[in-house]
């Protein structure tokens, strides 16, 4: 049964547009174009963003979260996209107000837009060997290149690994073109999605192939990465802003992408602070579910006062030490990993994050409506 519901008046709208309440089960967002009164819902299709929010251009309105556009009048997506369509409501401006009628005259249509770039599951046999992905994080000079402390041990762990008959994958972020985190946690927790919202939409963006192989494909990762004034290369933290999408399913969903699935560290760099770097990757790394076996990192540093670097890398590179130190880490991995893989049942039972439960506010998507 229709119901007409008085908004306000005029000139009480007129202060107030856009915006947005909820009507009955409705949220809706109130707009002005063309000097009338439109009404659509306020969820967007995509992932509930706020319609309301949204930047207003001509008759669009283009959700704050990621970007999609609905008309302000019909609710339907622009050309192109116009099978997509958000409800919208009947309107009518009377001597006493303004007033909108429920249920909306045109419903909410959802077309499934998943591209054919989006990751996908990499099913492993029982009994199969362990798989395991370096992670290189050291810029170069893909023109000019030059010898990497840490890209060293990692190529002699990475042999290591190939010589226990894992299947191994080698990944040099410097090789993939890939867009900085947009920061859509900060809009809101659920604006930050999985897949990454960049991923999504962007066939170009070649992060997925880390995305892959971190949740879908790996069972061990070595992450590599030089000491740049005392922190991790800028391309680490690249990539790391990228993976929140990762640890924020776990705060709005309790869902932990990454079970079961061991870590180990590579550091190098001419100057020290290792140990913070260390803490920081552990942190990091432990936040996304990865776990981590006895004695999970090797470092090398000839420290603050050691600026002669072509004596640091002359040293890596004769460095006996190093190498069998790279090896052991990935032997120690894989071998905890084992030990995981066989306690597998036990391991899969649910467990809770402390302190990083589910958000308990209403997750958009079911509550389009």
Known sequence: MATWHRLGTR??????????LKLERHQIAVFLH??????ISNICNHRGGPLCEGRVRGEFVMCPWHGWEYSVVTGKGPAGYDEEQVPSFAVEERADGVYVQTPPVMPRRLVQHKPSHLLDAHAKPVGAPPRVLGISTTGMDQGNPRFSTSDALLDHAMDMARELVADTQLIRLRDLKFQHCEGNYSKASHACTWPCAITERDPEDQLTAVYEGLVHWADVVVIATPIRWGNASSLYYKMAERLNCVQNQITIHNNMLIKNKVAALIITGGQDNIQAVAGNMLTFWSELGFVFPQFPFIAHSR???????????????????????????LGRAVDFWKVLDQNRAMMD?????????????????????
């Open 11 to 20: 000139e009480e709208l007129l202060a107030r547009v856009p915006y947005s």
């Open 34 to 39: 063309e000097d009338r009164f439109s009404v």
């Open 303 to 329: 420290g603050w006062d050691a600026e002669d670097m072509q004596n640091n890398v002359r040293q890596v590179q004769a460095s006996d030490a190093l190498r069998e130190a790279a090896r052991e880490l």
């Open 349 to 369: 039972k649910p467990m809770e994050r402390a302190g990083r439960k589910a958000n308990p506010l209403v997750n958009p998507e079911e509550a389009i409506v």
